[in-house]
Every structure is written in structure tokens, then in C-alpha cells.
């Protein structure tokens, strides 16, 4: 009997806790329910920082993490947040890859593109990927009804983006097409993160990022490669021209003398090892000293 008194108290104690209501959850739907009552812009601001707040203290929640991330987004769009909700997707994506919702907000990034930037180019780029990489997803059908009219692959329309990027008439790059190329390769190593190609396009993303002097993109990208794909044939050479930007383009020659370093230090044999050294040797100098060095080399 006395168990029996035990169990009874356990489960009518579980039952209270569970009745019990989320400060955090209590939260949400009274921010929810000021959203619906007055759609302002601080309300619409409350509401997402609220789910922010709730994704920072829960970061390893990756499946109702990505759930958040979708939410988050839609309400910056209501809130005419465009580029915020496009940079809330795509860091979502990329952290939460693995969850059953990232599916869902990586139709909802083709949609912002295609609806609110007037990008079709890169939605279209999109919902390649969704093709290809969520078979099962909810979107398929219309993902499929959409590409009926382009027969093209996915390579075939990135590689067809870089085709246009040089002007025959002006000789030089055309920084929009460039810009374009730029950023449906940085999606496809985004949304295909497994994908062997995935490198070789940040790769070349970076290689036009600094054609066009775009150097910090530059630079970002060049973390991208040596941070995700470790073992790609060119992570040295990321890792070199990362440091090679902050000599020769962006004069931070603390920066570049610290990643100089980092670089013999792991890539000893590499190709790039002696031009290293001499950039390292010379770090600061113009044209004139570094002839200079060289006269008294010889003396």
C-alpha cells in the first residue's frame, strides 16, 4: 500500500510539473498575441528578439533551433527586414543543416530571393539545390514544376553564371554578373555542404571576390575553405592568399605577418612556402627597399 501511495504522489507531482507553464513559452505568446493585436515594428522586434534570446540559451537544440530560425525569418519579412531575414536563413542553414526544417527554410531563402530582391537568377539556383538535396521535402512537386522549363544541371547554370562575368566589349569583369557568381557558388558550398564540388566553387568565388576587389569577402571565404574543407587540395592556398590580401591589398601587416607565419608553420613543403618567406622578409617594404635588400644581398 505504502507503494502504491509512492506512485500515486510521482505521478500527480509529474502531472503539476508538467502543467507547469514556460517563463520563456509564456513569453513568446503574449508577444505573439501584442503582434496580433498591433503590428508594429517594435512589436514584430520584441517577438524576435524573444526567439533569439530562446536559440542563444538553447544552441544545441538543432531541431526546434531550425523551426526558430524559419519563424524568425518570416517575421522580419513582415517587418520589411529583407536582408536580415535572408542573413537569419542562411546562418540557420548552416548551423542546423541536419534538421528536418532546414528543408523548408531553404525554399523559404529561394522565395526571398525570387519575391522580394527580384533575384531570379539565384532563386533559381535554389531551387535547383532543393531539387537535388531534399528529395522528400514538402516543396519537391513544385520545386520539380519549376525547373520543367530549364533542362539545364545545377553545374550547368553556375557554370553558365561565370561564363558571362567577362565584358568583350569593355575587356574588363562585370562586377554585377561577378557579384552574382560570387554568391550562388558561396550557396552551393552552403546548401551542398558534403558535396565534393562545394570547395572548388568557394574556391573560385574567391579567386573573382578578389577580381574584383572585393577584398574582405575575399577574405571571408578564404576562412570559409581552410575552416570547412581542411583537406581540400587548395586549403594552403586559401590560407596563403587570405594573408597575401591583408599584404598586398589591404596594408594590415600585422594580420598578414601572423597568417604568413601560421602558413610555414603547417604548410612547410608546400609550393607556396618559399614565396612566403620572401613576402614575410619583406613585409611593409616598397619596390625600392626590397631592390635594395637584394643590392646588399650581393655585396
Keep these: 500500500m505504502y507503494y502504491v501511495k509512492l506512485l500515486f504522489v510521482f505521478f500527480i507531482t509529474s502531472f503539476l510539473i508538467a502543467c507547469q507553464t514556460d517563463p520563456a513559452s509564456n513569453e513568446i505568446v503574449q508577444l505573439e498575441k501584442k503582434v496580433a493585436e498591433n503590428a508594429s515594428a517594435e512589436s514584430y522586434q520584441e517577438l524576435i528578439a524573444a526567439h533569439q534570446k530562446g536559440i542563444k540559451e538553447g544552441p ?6 531550425a523551426v526558430i530560425v524559419g519563424k524568425i525569418a518570416d517575421l522580419q519579412l513582415k517587418n520589411k527586414q529583407v536582408t536580415e531575414a535572408v542573413k537569419t536563413l542562411k546562418d540557420g542553414i548552416g548551423k542546423y543543416y541536419s534538421a528536418p526544417a532546414t528543408a523548408n527554410n531553404v525554399w523559404a531563402l529561394a522565395n526571398i530571393y525570387q519575391q522580394h530582391l527580384g533575384d531570379a537568377v539565384t532563386a533559381k539556383t535554389i531551387y535547383k539545390i532543393y531539387a537535388e538535396q531534399f528529395p522528400t521535402g514538402k516543396h519537391i512537386a513544385e520545386a520539380k514544376k519549376l525547373m520543367e522549363k530549364d533542362n539545364a544541371s545545377l ?18 569583369l562585370d562586377t554585377k554578373v561577378a557579384g552574382s557568381f560570387i554568391q550562388v557558388c558561396e550557396l552551393y558550398a552552403l546548401l551542398k555542404p558534403e558535396d565534393s564540388q562545394s570547395p572548388n566553387y568557394l574556391h573560385k568565388a574567391g579567386e573573382t571576390a578578389r577580381a574584383i576587389r572585393a577584398f574582405p569577402q575575399a577574405i571571408n571565404i578564404y576562412d570559409k575553405i581552410y575552416a570547412k574543407y581542411p583537406s581540400f587540395e587548395k ?15 589591404l596594408k594590415q601587416f600585422d594580420k598578414a605577418r601572423t597568417l604568413y607565419t601560421e602558413f610555414l608553420k603547417k604548410y612547410p613543403n608546400d609550393d607556396f612556402a618559399d614565396d612566403t618567406e620572401f613576402l614575410l622578409s619583406n613585409l611593409g617594404k616598397n619596390d625600392e627597399e626590397i631592390i635594395q635588400g637584394f643590392g646588399q644581398k650581393d655585396q
Design 155 to 172: 553545374v550547368e547554370h553556375i557554370d553558365g553564371i561565370g561564363g558571362k562575368m567577362y565584358n568583350e566589349e569593355t575587356h574588363r
Design 60 to 65: 544545441d537544440a538543432a531541431k526546434s533551433n
Design 235 to 249: 586549403a594552403p592556398q586559401a590560407l596563403f592568399l587570405k594573408a597575401f590580401t591583408y599584404d598586398n591589398d
